[in-house]
């Protein structure tokens, strides 16, 4: 993999590749990951999932029939068995540690732990050790869209920084999460389309970083993140979105 990462100017946002890179490749897949470093990313997304017997597999999704069409459930099912199950390009689930083994310190990883309602923060307490064993706490954003996953992650390492995913209706539920947020999380996060001047303002006046959800090609929000100036931004099109924000 060659090393290109683009580290933005403060003026212009952070890029987040998306599961990799998801129009080109399976998500979740080196090939993917291996694209979007070459198309200039900053950051490739790890979505998380705890296995039975306690690692952690890199999914979007707990059970795996959409990405592999094996009716498999990370959450209920242990490592062994899922480690046989292949992505639609022959590759296979992905450990976090195999992508730190074969990425190391070459890029900068945005994590998020998914998990069922009514978990604890056991995966949370795994990706902390992973991290640590790896050395991979100066190269880490943690996102979630639970407070108690951020703040066992804020618990134990403090300083990698957190990125709360909101999810609300109104703008004014909205303002009231925004105000009401821990002062230690670093981005907040919503979908492009619900971003307005006046919650990035707010943002800002507390302390966040902004981030928005997801941009892919100069029609789908890049007005809206150009009137905006969010701090970050995902992307499922690493390549189209370097290109429009070299131009910012
Ligand atoms: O953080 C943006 C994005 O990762 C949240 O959506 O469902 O793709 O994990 P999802
Ligand atoms: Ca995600």
Same mark, same amino acid.
């Given at each position: 993999?060659?090393?290109?990462? $683009?580290?933005?100017?403060?003026?212009?946002?952070?890029?987040?590749?998306?599961?990799?890179?998801?129009?080109? /490749?399976?998500?979740?897949?080196?090939?993917?990951?291996?694209?979007?470093?070459?198309?200039?990313?900053? /950051?490739?997304?790890?979505?998380?999932?705890?296995?039975?017997?306690?690692?952690?597999?890199?999914?979007?999704?707990?059970?795996?029939?959409?990405?592999?069409?094996?009716?498999?459930?990370?959450?209920?099912? $242990?490592?062994?068995?899922?480690?046989?199950?292949?992505?639609? $390009? =022959?590759?296979?689930?992905?450990?976090?540690?195999?992508?730190?083994?074969?990425?190391?310190?070459?890029?900068? /990883?945005?994590?998020?732990?998914?998990?069922?309602?009514? #978990?604890?923060?056991?995966?949370?307490?795994?990706?902390?050790?992973?991290?640590? !064993? /790896?050395?991979?706490?100066?190269?880490?954003?943690?996102? #979630?869209?639970?407070?108690? =996953?951020?703040?066992?992650?804020?618990?134990?390492?403090? !300083?990698?920084?957190?990125?709360?995913?909101?999810?609300?209706?109104?703008?004014?539920?909205?303002?009231?999460? &925004?105000?009401?947020?821990?002062?230690? &999380?670093?981005?907040?996060?919503?979908?492009?389309?619900?971003?307005?001047?006046?919650?990035?303002?707010?943002?800002?006046?507390?302390?966040?970083?902004?981030? =928005?959800? &997801?941009?892919?090609?100069?029609?789908?929000?890049?007005?809206?993140?150009?009137?905006?100036?969010? #701090?970050?931004?995902?992307?499922?099109?690493?390549?189209?979105?370097?290109?429009? &924000?070299?131009?910012?």
């Amino acid at each position: 993999v060659t090393q290109s990462i $683009n580290h933005a100017s403060p003026d212009t946002p952070l890029i987040f590749s998306h599961r990799g890179s998801p129009y080109n /490749y399976p998500e979740h897949s080196f090939k993917g990951y291996n694209r979007a470093i070459k198309d200039g990313t900053q /950051y490739i997304e790890q979505d998380v999932w705890l296995s039975k017997d306690g690692k952690l597999f890199v999914s979007h999704d707990d059970n795996l029939k959409r990405t592999t069409g094996k009716n498999i459930t990370i959450s209920t099912t $242990n490592s062994n068995k899922i480690s046989q199950v292949k992505l639609r $390009n =022959g590759e296979k689930i992905h450990q976090l540690k195999d992508v730190f083994k074969c990425y190391g310190k070459k890029v900068h /990883y945005i994590i998020e732990t998914k998990k069922n309602a009514g #978990d604890t923060t056991d995966t949370e307490k795994a990706l902390v050790k992973e991290l640590k !064993k /790896y050395k991979m706490t100066k190269n880490v954003i943690f996102q #979630d869209e639970s407070l108690p =996953g951020i703040k066992e992650l804020h618990h134990s390492l403090k !300083k990698v920084p957190t990125l709360w995913l909101l999810s609300s209706a109104t703008e004014r539920q909205y303002k009231e999460q &925004i105000e009401n947020a821990p002062r230690y &999380i670093k981005f907040i996060s919503m979908k492009l389309d619900q971003w307005t001047p006046k919650l990035v303002k707010l943002s800002h006046q507390n302390g966040f970083k902004t981030n =928005g959800w &997801i941009l892919n090609t100069y029609n789908d929000n890049y007005e809206a993140l150009n009137t905006l100036k969010l #701090d970050s931004v995902f992307t499922n099109n690493t390549k189209e979105t370097v290109h429009l &924000i070299d131009r910012w």
